[in-house]
């Protein structure tokens, strides 16, 4: 079955740096996706990565996607404070349910 | 744009009793799912549903959780005897087309159960 490991679990960076989340994955997965969750609120999709050495980006954010290692990254560029949240990544493996990791708690702090 | 709809946003109740979460999704998606989030962990699915049937369900969906379309639109998820530990954020999500598409979530309602 599958499951989702991320690290780091919290993250507390300053305003204009980079950093990189880790997502790894145990068996295939079909999808691989990322979720932006605010406190109190729903997830926010934020990447939909379907093929290995797939590239996604929005803004300050990258998503990519490696199937032999079974490792996505999200990678956050001269971050800013509007980014603190929890960034979620998930797996769909042979099913149509998503496998969630536990989360990133992000704070970017000035 | 369209978007899911659940109802309540907050629903607190006492242990043993029934409650239903309420969800609208959108218009022409076919497949529907219910996830739960207990404070600070991750998001876990429950149950998977297409075509009037349920089409998958975790081991946390025991005989005490039920879904169903009732009219065509609306989606519920009961619980038929709350216990401490079904206090969580629950979510709807539905997907357009085939069952492997983005899931589109909605606000959630958050159940507390005293």
């Known amino acids: 079955e599958l499951k989702v490991e991320q690290n780091p679990l919290f993250l507390s960076m300053q305003e204009g740096k980079n950093y990189t989340i880790y997502c790894n994955y145990s068996?295939?997965?079909?999808?691989l996706y990322w979720y932006r969750q605010d406190p109190g609120k729903s997830l926010e999709s934020l990447f939909v990565l379907l093929s290995n050495g797939a590239v996604k980006q929005e803004g300050r954010l990258m998503a990519s996607l490696d199937t032999k290692a079974r490792l996505s990254t999200l990678h956050i560029t001269a971050a800013v404070h509007d980014l603190s949240a929890t960034y979620f990544c998930?797996?769909?493996?042979?099913?149509?349910?998503?496998?969630f990791g536990k989360g990133t708690k992000l704070t970017v702090n000035p | 744009e369209p978007e899911v709809t659940q109802t309540p946003s907050h629903q607190v109740t006492q242990m043993g009793q029934e409650v239903i979460l309420r969800c609208v999704p959108i218009?022409?998606?076919?497949?529907f799912y219910w996830y739960r989030q207990i404070l600070g962990q991750k998001v876990e699915f429950l149950v998977s549903f297409y075509n009037n049937e349920i089409s998958e369900k975790s081991e946390i969906f025991d005989d005490q959780f039920s879904v169903e379309r009732p009219d065509g639109s609306n989606f519920t998820l009961k619980i038929r005897s709350t216990k401490l530990e079904d206090s969580a954020m629950y979510f709807c999500?539905?997907?357009?087309?085939?069952?492997?598409?983005?899931?589109?979530f909605g606000p959630g309602t958050r159940l507390t159960v005293l």
């Open positions: 999500a539905t997907v357009k087309g085939s069952s492997y598409n983005e899931q589109f």
């Open positions: 218009s022409n998606h076919l497949y």
């Open positions: 068996t295939t997965s079909d999808r």
């Open positions: 998930a797996g769909q493996g042979g099913s149509e349910k998503l496998v």
